[in-house]
């Protein structure tokens, strides 16, 4: 589970985003160096400078929320609401205050990329990876021993792992 704290909370959003994109390490989006440092911060989110090819980036840079004017906490809440609980668009719209347009083209597109494990699509941001890196989180806090966390999603979407929404 996504803790709950994080739709009320964009610098806690922020926090889960930076954990679940560079669980691998932070890598240079232009130039895939991982050659970076931290400088500085946008916003609630940290921004780094490549060492090999001179840019700055932060935490959102090259993912579907980077040139959003919605805060990310609505963005993880309207997936994970969509995802989890098959919340209608419509319902999404009430809740968070986005245009029916705009929660569809990010939503209804990302959990049917999910759905379709045969589309080969690229992007930065792993939906289905939040559950697992938010599944892991939870179980730490119970026991350090397990160490291999369980996707929350059903196994289809588990062999997905690959799969990535990409759109903008
Ligand atoms: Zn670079």
Redesign the pocket.
């Known amino acids: 589970m996504i803790p709950l704290d994080v739709f009320g909370s964009e610098s806690l959003a922020a926090d889960l985003l930076q954990q679940v994109r560079w669980r691998d390490g932070v890598e240079?989006p232009?130039?895939?160096?991982d050659r970076t440092a931290k400088n500085g911060s946008y916003r609630h989110f940290q921004r780094y400078l490549?060492k090999?090819?001179d840019?700055t980036f932060n935490d959102k840079t090259g993912t579907i929320f980077a040139h959003s004017k919605i805060a990310l906490r609505k963005w993880l809440f309207s997936i994970y609401a969509f995802l989890r609980f098959k919340t209608s668009i419509r319902q999404l719209q009430t809740e968070t205050d986005v245009t029916y347009e705009t929660i569809h083209r990010h939503v209804e597109r990302c959990g049917e990329a999910l759905d379709a494990p045969h589309l080969d699509l690229v992007g930065p941001v792993e939906i289905d990876k939040v559950y697992v890196t938010a599944g892991k989180k939870a179980r730490d806090r119970d026991s350090r021993s397990r160490s291999v966390a369980s996707p929350r999603v059903d196994a289809d979407r588990t062999r997905a792992t690959s799969h990535r929404c990409s759109f903008s």
């Open positions: 240079c232009r130039c895939r160096s490549c090999d090819c840019r």
